[in-house]
């Protein structure tokens, strides 16, 4: 097992370069002796031996005389043939002698035996940064570097790592190569899919370390412990306001469009994130998932649910500054100032009538309208307000009957 969990480096003493696995130095251009060398006329590489020239040759020519009887496969090298027959013929003569891996090349075992050693021999020179494969810290530098060689060839993104071209390009074809079998998902991204199948398992590996909410995203967790920073990085460029998250300095600039993608499917109202879809939503169907443990009261959105349970532990945090009222939730204490300095926010569009509470706007208008929504389940007669309603109820229980039609103009008069 010592053979394969160490990977002896070699460094050139006269230019301090190290190459593993020993094969490498072979194929490193002898630069630094007076040996007589073979240079390809094309680029600057050197060989110290004619063979390997014209083996490098091919590159240039893209001459590919090793041809695969099996598929249409061709390659430069003999080598790589064989590598590639054992593709075809299963066979994985490297082994790991920690688990059931195979592989067809050793340096791929070497590699992969890495995993258990935890060995990561590849350093970045700008950074910290370590990895167990050289192409893998080659790709990295190209961070530091600013290089992007891989360009999409429909819009102008650019990518440091082929595969990230690859994932990207699946954008323009709409392909989604990676499916859930649980549900009928489909995601361009294996790591996407990945981050799905934790919604069905539950799993969520990702723990805040400050308080004890987890999450399945390792991106979700990070948004949140700025919370508990207090960081806001994302500001808007029209006014002042800043956010913890990106999509949610992106529902803040819909208040400055005016956009509201999110439309009720029941009614014309629209929104200008899902979050106020939902509550809404819950006004047609009835639903009311928020309930109180205290009793049988539920309500259609959580902020409902708090102010009413500060009811039975008698809470009013909200404190008026200029008398002794107090209130369980902000909301109520904002409405009670308006009796202080006469404001009146809400104003009817066909009358000069204005209101302190927005629900006083909405009954005075039902005048204009003439609409009644609060009808009489005994008799025919209906109302614009509730407490007409509550009120034309008690004539039937004092009357101790349910068939007469109430005379519901004297009423009126008399209220």
């Not at 060989?47 to 490098?56: C, P, V």
């Not at 430069?76 to 920690?98: D, F």
């Not at 805040?208 to 967790?221: K, Q, V, W």
């Not at 508990?228 to 800043?242: S, T």
């Amino acid at each position: 097992m010592d053979s394969y969990t160490t990977e002896k480096t070699f460094t050139l003493e006269v230019c301090g370069v190290d190459l593993s696995p020993k094969s490498e130095i072979k194929h490193h251009p002898i630069r630094h002796t007076e040996e007589e060398t073979y240079t390809c006329e094309i680029c600057d590489a050197v060989f110290s031996q004619k063979s390997n020239l014209l083996t490098h040759m091919v590159t240039h020519t893209i001459q590919k005389p090793y041809k695969c009887e099996i598929c249409d496969a061709t390659f430069a090298r003999k080598w790589s043939l064989k590598v590639h027959i054992k593709i075809h013929t299963g066979e994985k003569p490297y082994k790991c002698v920690i688990c059931d891996a195979a592989f067809c090349q050793k340096k791929d075992l070497q590699i992969h035996i890495r995993k258990h050693t935890g060995e990561k021999p590849y350093e970045c020179g700008f950074c910290e940064a370590a990895f167990s494969h050289r192409t893998t810290l080659l790709q990295h530098i190209r961070i530091h570097k600013g290089e992007k060689p891989y360009k999409c060839a429909i819009c102008d993104a650019a990518f440091t790592q082929k595969s990230g071209l690859h994932s990207h390009l699946r954008k323009h074809t709409g392909e989604k190569p990676y499916k859930c079998e649980i549900c009928d998902a489909a995601f361009s991204m294996k790591n996407s899919l990945q981050r799905h199948i934790r919604i069905h398992t539950g799993e969520k590996p990702y723990e805040c370390g400050i308080c004890e909410a987890a999450f399945s995203h390792r991106t979700t967790l990070l948004e949140h412990i700025r919370i508990h920073k207090g960081e806001k990085p994302y500001k808007c460029e029209i006014c002042d306001a800043a956010f913890s998250q990106k999509n949610g300095l992106h529902s803040h600039l819909r208040i400055h469009t005016g956009e509201k993608p999110y439309k009720c499917e029941f009614c014309d109202a629209a929104f200008t994130n899902k979050s106020g879809l939902q509550p809404h939503v819950r006004k047609h169907t009835g639903e009311k998932p928020y309930k109180c443990e205290i009793c049988n009261a539920a309500f259609s959105q959580n902020n409902g649910l708090q102010v009413h349970i500060k009811k039975h532990i008698g809470e009013k945090p909200y404190k008026c500054g200029i008398c002794d009222a107090a209130f369980p939730h902000k909301s109520g204490l904002q409405v009670h100032i308006r009796k202080h300095t006469g404001e009146k926010p809400y104003k009817c569009e066909k009358c000069d009538a204005a209101f302190i509470h927005k629900s006083g706007l909405q009954v005075h208008i039902r005048k204009h309208t003439g609409e009644k929504p609060y009808k009489c389940e005994v008799c025919d007669a209906d109302f614009s307000r509730k407490n007409q309603l509550q009120t034309h109820m008690v004539l039937h229980t004092r009357s101790h009957t349910s068939t007469t039609k109430c005379d519901t103009d004297d009423f009126m008069l008399s209220m």
